[in-house]
């Protein structure tokens, strides 16, 4: 099995998942951002690393079909989206459907969209975290594979949270790849299956 990683920027959920020696090959990182840090971290452990500037092409739908195109010569069985922020049009989402998971810094369905971390803090909740989901046509709304809580603490700032939400990023998202490679976690009938641990 194999999986593509789209990232945007620091790239350090990726960089989990290249660490995680999961049961697959990652086949390329592909950036929309040119200047992503993440990318020299994927040339420097050898693994393909692509580009798809969004800010070359006249619209989205344009860049999209690039997109799929650039994923789909890698012919990957999983695409994992990793901090990649541009909202991904409706055919696109459908071409990966059931093969595309994402990583989001909330406990959704709470805080969708940006600037989860503020927004957390400035309703007051106490327990915040992260989700991994796989991705359907409804921003942040696909079928939840896997949470991580983290308590919200006294004198948090955003970036504090932030970080401490990162640190549980980084164990969830690989963990939610690796059950899909070893063939175990499936989308049937817009709901999540996990199989048992055969072991
Ligand atoms: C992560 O918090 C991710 O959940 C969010 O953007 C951040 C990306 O960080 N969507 P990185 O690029 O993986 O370091």
């Given at each position: 099995k194999s999986y593509v990683v789209l990232i945007s920027g620091r790239g350090s959920n990726m960089r989990s998942l290249l660490e995680?020696?999961?049961?697959?090959?990652?086949?390329a990182v592909i950036s929309n951002?040119?200047?992503?840090?993440g990318l020299d971290y994927a040339r420097e452990r050898g693994v393909p690393a692509a580009v798809v500037d969004h800010?070359?092409?006249?619209g989205r739908e344009a860049f999209d079909v690039a997109l799929a195109a650039a994923i789909d010569a890698y012919r990957p069985d999983l695409v994992l989206l990793a901090g990649f922020m541009r909202v991904l049009g409706d055919p696109f989402v459908e071409r990966f459907a059931g093969r595309m998971l994402n990583i989001h810094?909330?406990?959704?369905?709470?805080?969708?969209?940006?600037?989860t971390h503020a927004s957390a803090l400035q309703l007051g909740v106490r327990i915040h975290g992260c989700t991994v989901h796989f991705v359907t046509p409804s921003l942040d709304a696909g079928p939840i594979v896997i949470q991580a809580a983290v308590a919200v603490l006294p004198g948090d700032d955003p970036a504090r949270l932030a970080g401490r939400v990162l640190e549980q990023e980084h164990l969830i998202y690989p963990q939610a790849a690796r059950w899909f490679l070893e063939g175990r976690l499936r989308l049937a009938g817009g709901r999540v299956e996990l199989d048992d641990d055969p072991a």
């Open positions: 995680a020696d999961l049961p697959g090959r990652c086949a951002r040119p200047d992503a840090a800010k070359a092409f006249a810094p909330s406990l959704l369905p709470a805080f969708p969209g940006l600037n």
